[in-house]
Structure formats: structure tokens, C-alpha cells
């Protein structure tokens, strides 16, 4: 079982970057394929990026490609998400997640308890 922690969430303006940091505990990160995940009010949850145990293979959701990337770095059993061009409606709290497979938007077993970003217009 792994543990994940998020952090780096905060109020940006629109426009700026932001990088999200996600921390395991337990089992090594190397063990499985990451996501990031965000649910803004009133909103269900919605995929963001995933990459695969190695990081050799990534995945976006639309409203992330060209603006999001997703990193590892399994020696210090931490995910990244970079964030760039932000946009008030990307305004959420940010979740981590981890999955034993390949990684998919989905079917993951393991959730950090999210990190707050706010974009300002």
C-alpha cells in the first residue's frame, strides 16, 4: 500500500505556473502508474495527466495538453505535475492517485487528499 501526499497548491493568477508535488510513502512509487486528478465546485472529478511506472509514457486530458506535463522521479518516490498558461477555470483541488497497470483515466486504488489551486482573473 502506498500513501500520497499533495502539495504545492495556491492562488495564481491567470497565466501564471504553478508545480504540483506528490510524496508516497509505503511502497515504492516505481511500483505504479500515476495520475493527476482535479474537482472543481460543483464539479465531479474529472482525469488530467497520467504517466506509466517507468515514465516513459504519458497521457493528457484535452484541456491539459500543450499547458500541463506530467513527471517522476521514482529515486525521491515523488510525481510532479507542472502547470503553465493557467486559466480560472482550472481552479480546483488537485488530486494524486496511484494505480497498479497501465495508466488509464481510470481505476485507480490509491488517492492523496488534494491540494487547493485557484486561478485569478
Known amino acids: 500500500q502506498v500513501q500520497l501526499v499533495e502539495s504545492g497548491g495556491r492562488l495564481v493568477q491567470a497565466g501564471g505556473s504553478l508545480r504540483l508535488s506528490c510524496a508516497a510513502s509505503?511502497?515504492?512509487?516505481?511500483?505504479?502508474?500515476m495520475g493527476w486528478f482535479r474537482q472543481a465546485p460543483g464539479k465531479e472529478r474529472e482525469f488530467v495527466a497520467a504517466i506509466s511506472s517507468s515514465g516513459g509514457s504519458t497521457y493528457y486530458a484535452d484541456p491539459a495538453k500543450g499547458r500541463f506535463t506530467i513527471s517522476r522521479d521514482n529515486a525521491k518516490n515523488t510525481l510532479y505535475l507542472q502547470m503553465n498558461s493557467l486559466k480560472p477555470e482550472d481552479t480546483a483541488v488537485y488530486y494524486c492517485a496511484a494505480k497498479d497497470g497501465i495508466p488509464l483515466a481510470t481505476g485507480y486504488d490509491y488517492w492523496g487528499q488534494g491540494t487547493q489551486v485557484t486561478v485569478s482573473s
Open positions: 509505503g511502497r515504492t512509487l516505481s511500483s505504479y502508474s
